[in-house]
């Protein structure tokens, strides 16, 4: 499943959902997981309706998002989309971060978390 963190260095998640410049988005498995990309994130629109509503759009193909702080309107947002939005509230190691997901996805994973996977249709993953 394809998961998107919201980081300035692509080692530490570090930033605030609206305010971050650059998504790092991982394939993150049971048993593996590879990055796939960094997508910038530009100028939409005038207002903050229209930057959350292009951000959530930008990560369409995700099934959750971490960052280190999210506001209700934006985490509606992604929510809306079938996108999952976890917050930090602080900053923490993303490799660790991915390493913590994968033991649980070995694990028995929560219900939130099945449904985001089964949610994906780019998911390959049996539970």
Known sequence: MKI???TSTGDIIDQHFGQCKNFHIWEIGPDEAVFL???SVGEHGDDEEDR???RARLL???AIVYTMQ???PAAAKLVAQKIHPMKTNSEVNL???VERLQEVLRGNPPPWLRKAMN???DTNYEL
């Open 70 to 72: 999210i506001g209700g």
């Open 52 to 54: 959350i509503a292009a």
């Open 60 to 62: 369409s193909d995700c």
């Open 37 to 39: 990309e960094a997508i």
């Open 95 to 97: 490799k660790e971060t």
């Open 119 to 121: 949610g994906r249709t």
């Open 4 to 6: 998107a963190f919201t």
